[in-house]
């Protein structure tokens, strides 16, 4: 059977700041007579830079103080004001530098925590962005150095500053887009919808502060006025503590993470932040497509998986080097994109470096080819969780891991961080795509200091992912797929091995899809001549049918439904079939005629092709083919089965 080596990456950056619930990748924001129904505004933000910061010591400051911070106020604009709305969102839009920060962060922490995993995986860089973002606010002198730079911000007022418009921009977007709905009497009718997941954005920061630890009222201001994070004043030697943070967790991801957090009992401070994302497919796939096919692992070995499937007839794709591109939109103008690499190389190529990953992920509007885009996507779900704190000392940011860390901008009593951890879950199925998110960061004491191309995006073995907010350019999550079935709890894949789980007693039948075709129809083609053997108690059963050469057929005695008619594909010589079969065979062997040659049976020399079993098979109109599937002996003790088997197809 055909090895693929190959990995699964995929890449969603995770948008991670506060609790905000979404129904568009847009923005908003807070305009004129609005600005004072907000909990925060355009006004000075209250942080002072670094530069311009004086001593804390005579700052008020208090112990597990809790601080309730609040959402932005819904904006008093009719659905119908769209100027108004507009005024709105543009005060809200971030910058080109924050948007490039925010990209350069995800490159380089996804090639970082990506390029090494043997599995699936699955990485929120917004989220990370995020909890960073908000520890670094209250950084100074070397620590704060090392977190701006590394997440592209030019100092901790911009850095605020930016992070709260984002905030706010979801937020408003959000308001806009289901006001207008319900004014409108446009009411969701999609799928996922009715099943109760509506399009949506939900993101949430909150602190948890040690009864031990004096923080600075500021920072609390600082955080609920630019984060949306709530304070809370917990002890870290309660088990309960830790509950409470998990049903904070749970609620925030609508169940999708429900963690059992054990915080150490040394622990002062936590930041915590989520992301709860779920986009319904722009135009779903039907369900009655979804069909089982194989899906090839890296290490050489099959499982069985059901695949969504659609021919998009206008599509976009690029042919990078090494591998295809391309793309789902969502209904909240979100992107879902796909990195399949060529059958010679592996995903892991693509997460060496930031710039790899980059160069292939980064895509300008012109540089995307139209053409029609054939799809073949698995069904996957599985979730993913990461300690990085080497991560974070590799990009950089050791400095904060450090007794010398400083964090004087948070609390007047020394603090280093102890821990930084992300667990995040991905699920794709016909409806849309689910992912969830959060990143928690622990502190501790510290010391005292267009045309006719076409892309067939066949997901069967390891490919890279990822979710983009089209609007912001943000990467919500980043990840690698290298096998949908997942993995068990003992590290070994969970997906039913194909050889292990279908005892076949007679040659199966074999259908034929074509692959331009937008409802990838099945052509079955029953079997002709065939051997087959197979195992009953440990005894060997055989088996054999023989039947007519393939140009003694009768034409007049066939159906319409026996003949395969080719498409006119502009012109085409040959259309690409897909093979599909209950199982798989190893190789498949074409012998073509023209039919002029029927009742030659003596004569008429054959062309013939050897494939893979996985492989297209080109085939042309006013043909007769004879194709020779083999399943061979040696495979006996991994399928219980082996044989051969002929099927003849009249083409028109």
Not at 371 to 396: C, H, N
Not at 567 to 584: A, F, H, I, Q, R
Request: proline share 4%; aromatic share 10%; charged share 30%.
């Amino acid at each position: 059977m055909r090895k693929h080596r190959k990995q699964i990456i995929a890449f969603m950056v995770a948008a991670a700041m506060v609790s905000s619930s979404i129904t568009g990748c847009q923005p908003g924001g807070l305009s004129g007579k609005n600005q004072e129904a907000g909990e925060s505004s355009e006004a000075e933000s209250q942080i002072p830079g670094r530069e311009e910061k004086e001593s804390m010591e005579n700052e008020k400051y208090s112990r597990g103080k809790a601080w309730e911070a609040g959402e932005p106020k819904r904006a008093e604009i009719s659905p119908e004001d769209y100027e108004e709305w507009n005024q709105l969102l543009a005060e809200n839009e971030i910058s080109e530098a924050f948007k490039e920060g925010l990209d350069q962060f995800a490159y380089e922490s996804g090639s970082a925590i990506l390029r090494d995993a043997a599995g699936n995986e699955n990485y929120s860089p917004l989220s990370l962005y995020y909890t960073l973002a908000l520890a670094g606010c209250g950084a100074e002198g070397e620590t704060a150095d090392q977190i701006l730079k590394s997440l592209g911000a030019k100092d901790q007022k911009e850095l605020a500053d930016q992070c709260r418009r984002l905030y706010q921009s979801y937020v408003y977007y959000s308001q806009r887009d289901q006001e207008r709905m319900e004014y409108y009497g446009m009411a969701s009718s999609a799928k996922g919808e009715e099943d109760g997941k509506q399009s949506a954005i939900q993101l949430g920061n909150s602190l948890w502060i040690s009864d031990q630890l004096n923080v600075f009222e500021e920072y609390q201001k600082l955080a609920g006025e630019n984060f949306f994070a709530s304070s809370y004043g917990v002890d870290f030697g309660n088990p309960d503590t830790g509950k409470r943070m998990g049903e904070w967790i749970a609620e925030k991801t609508r169940g999708v993470l429900a963690p059992q957090l054990d915080i150490d009992p040394a622990t002062l401070l936590v930041i915590l932040n989520t992301l709860y994302f779920y986009g319904g497919w722009a135009e779903p796939f039907s369900e009655e497509m979804t069909r089982e096919d194989v899906f090839h692992l890296e290490n050489g070995g099959e499982v069985a998986v059901p695949y969504l499937n659609r021919t998009q007839m206008e599509g976009a794709f690029k042919r990078g080097e090494g591998y295809t591109l391309s793309y789902l939109g969502t209904n909240n103008g979100c992107r879902m994109m796909f990195l399949l690499p060529n059958e010679d190389r592996t995903v892991g190529e693509f997460l060496e470096s930031r710039e790899r990953l980059e160069n292939a992920m980064e895509v300008k509007e012109e540089d995307w080819v139209s053409g029609k885009v054939i799809w073949k996507v698995p069904k996957f779900e599985f979730g993913s969780s990461y300690q990085l704190r080497d991560t974070l000392k590799a990009m950089g940011m050791d400095r904060m891991f450090e007794g010398q860390a400083e964090f004087g901008g948070i609390s007047p009593d020394p603090l280093m961080v102890s821990d930084v951890i992300q667990e995040t879950h991905i699920g794709v199925d016909e409806n849309g795509v689910e992912g969830a998110a959060y990143t928690m960061m622990a502190m501790a004491r510290g010391a005292l200091i267009e045309n006719e191309e076409v892309a067939e995006m066949i997901l069967d073995r390891p490919f890279l992912f990822g979710i983009r907010d089209d609007y912001h350019n943000t990467w919500l999550f980043l990840g690698v797929c290298r096998n949908p079935e997942g993995e068990d709890e003992d590290g070994k894949k969970a997906g039913r091995e194909v050889e292990n789980d279908l005892l076949l007693t007679s040659a199966p039948e074999i259908g034929l899809e074509d692959t331009l075709s937008s409802n990838l129809e099945r052509f079955v083609v029953q079997p002709g001549s065939y051997s087959w053997n197979w195992t009953d108690n440990g005894e060997m059963v055989g088996l054999e049918a023989c039947g007519s050469h393939p140009l003694s057929i009768d034409l007049e005695k066939l159906e319409k439904t026996e003949i395969l008619k080719i498409p006119d594909y502009n012109g085409l010589e040959d259309v690409n079939y897909m093979l599909s079969c209950t199982k798989m065979p190893e190789r498949v062997t074409i012998r073509e005629w023209d039919i002029s040659q029927l009742e030659e049976t003596e004569t008429a020399e054959p062309s013939v092709k050897v494939y893979a079993g996985q492989g297209m098979l080109p085939l042309k109109p006013d043909k007769i083919y004879e194709l020779v599937a083999e399943w061979p002996e040696e495979n006996l003790k991994e399928q219980g089965f082996f044989g051969e088997a002929s099927y003849v197809v009249v083409t028109d």
